[in-house]
Nanobody, 121 residues
Framework: QVQLVESGGGLVQAGDSLRLSCAAS????????MGWFRQAPGKEREFVAT????????SYADSVKGRFTISRDNAKNTGYLQMNSLKPADTAVYYC??????????????WGQGTQVTVSS
């Protein structure tokens, strides 16, 4: 059982930056792709970004492309999401996940508990 613990969320102003971290409890973290999803109040959880096991391949939602960067350090069992030029529309609970892409959807192995990101205008 891999535990994922997110940190780095908070309250910021539009245009600011935040860096989220996702610490995994097991070294098997490096065997999985990982990603970040988010859920705003009253909305479904949505894809933000994913990265493959080696860090050599990434994908982003159109809404964050060019502003967010996903990365990972397998030696530290940790993944990251650097968020720049934040907008109020980015306000959500951000969840770390490990798993892999299926044919059309993310197939999660594990989810973290989430960290709140609030962007004020």
């Amino acid at each position: 059982q891999v535990q994922l613990v997110e940190s780095g969320g908070g309250l910021v102003q539009a245009g600011d930056s935040l860096r989220l971290s996702c610490a995994a409890s097991e070294r098997t973290f490096s065997m999985y792709a990982m990603g970040w999803f988010r859920q705003a109040p009253g909305k479904e959880r949505e894809f933000v970004a994913t990265i493959n096991w080696s860090g050599g391949s990434t994908s982003y939602a159109d809404s964050v492309k060019g502003r967010f960067t996903i990365s990972r350090d397998n030696a530290k069992n940790t993944g990251y999401l650097q968020m720049n030029s934040l907008k109020p529309a980015d306000t959500a609970v951000y969840y770390c996940t490990t798993g892999n892409w299926g044919t059309t959807r993310w197939v999660a192995a594990y989810w973290g508990q989430g960290t709140q990101v609030t962007v004020s205008s």
